[in-house]
């Protein structure tokens, strides 16, 4: 059940996006649900993923990625992004509509009811299940584990000023599906490269909170952004290091050339950007900031496919 009366996009939706152009007023408010409108947050999901087919290729010996697997990696992506926030949008409901920022999403604003949202939910799982269940067993038990990090997000910020480290755990396990995908295994490659996405998402989604950090302080939500307070920006260039040596290390662990370390350079100049322009009092550029982590990943990735490519005989 939609009302239409209540339509109307989020505050932090790409302007002008096609999902609030084209799509009948019907199904914006699933569009919204799914965050089409806001895709920065799927290739954050997809990209660890992609990293880990490219190192996976570079342990055989490199050459052309399986571009099968990263097409089925990159809808899944999308589609469990979009099961995600539907679960965290149920499960927020009553939160979202206290924050200024959140307060037009569609279940808070009553677009959208808990039990639309729950069949959406399930219809979103479900094709996710046919995506999954393409591959090898191995990556079907990753796949469905990953489930429990999913359900649990939501209820970190109640807990502990830490919900971005649970947010890391459940968007980089790619990183450990995509070599169990590639290669039928998870070695210590593919373990450097989960822990240094946790601390990428650590780095990325700290920027992040700080957009709702008042709201957050009234309303009892807790997060990483008002733990670390005015020393958020110090503890910010920790977490890119670390992110950015231990995806670095998984590189030298998989074998991989010199491209690849080139992207990671790339990425840390990147990162180096990222600090020099981001100020945690001004919401719009702690978004815009935010956002640019796709580049950030896209990167890395360049110089994992690069690199593998290279190492054809």
């Not at 755990?169 to 822990?195: D, E, R």
Request: with cysteine; hydrophobic share 55%; aromatic share 10%.
């Amino acid at each position: 059940m939609t009302h239409a009366s209540n339509d109307r996009p989020v505050a932090d939706a790409l302007p002008g996006h096609w999902a609030d152009r084209l799509l009948p007023q019907s199904l914006r408010p699933y569009a919204r649900l799914a965050r089409l409108e806001r895709p920065v947050g799927a290739w954050l999901l997809a990209i660890p993923g992609l990293w880990a087919i490219c190192l996976a290729q570079i342990s055989r010996g490199g050459g052309v990625p399986d571009l099968k697997l990263m097409a089925l990696f990159l809808a899944g992506a999308f589609i469990m992004r979009a099961a995600g926030c539907t679960f965290n949008d149920i499960v927020d409901r009553d939160f979202d509509a206290r924050v200024m920022r959140t307060q037009a999403r569609p279940i808070a604003s009553g677009q959208v009811s808990v039990k639309a949202a729950a069949v959406f939910l399930a219809a979103l799982l479900a094709l996710g299940l046919v995506i999954l269940l393409q591959l090898n067993a191995l990556s079907i038990a990753l796949g469905a584990a990953s489930l429990a990090l999913v359900a649990i997000y939501p209820f970190m910020k109640r807990v502990t000023y830490w919900p971005q480290f649970f947010l890391g755990l459940a968007f980089n396990w790619g990183a450990l599906l995509g070599f169990s995908a590639g290669v039928g295994q998870i070695g210590p490659a593919a373990l450097s490269l989960y822990a240094g996405g946790i601390f990428w998402t650590l780095a990325y989604d700290t920027i992040y909170a700080h957009q709702d950090k008042e709201d957050d302080a009234l309303i009892g939500v807790k997060s990483s952004a008002l733990r670390l307070g005015q020393a958020s920006k110090q503890w910010i260039v920790l977490f890119f290091v670390a992110a950015l040596a231990l995806i670095d290390l998984a590189g030298v662990l998989a074998g991989a050339g010199a491209m690849f370390h080139f992207g990671v350079a790339a990425a840390a100049a990147h990162a180096g950007w990222q600090i020099v322009r981001l100020d945690t009092e001004k919401p719009a550029t702690c978004l815009e900031t935010f956002r640019s982590n796709r580049d950030f990943g896209l990167l890395i990735f360049t110089g994992a496919l690069i690199a593998s490519l290279a190492a054809l005989p």
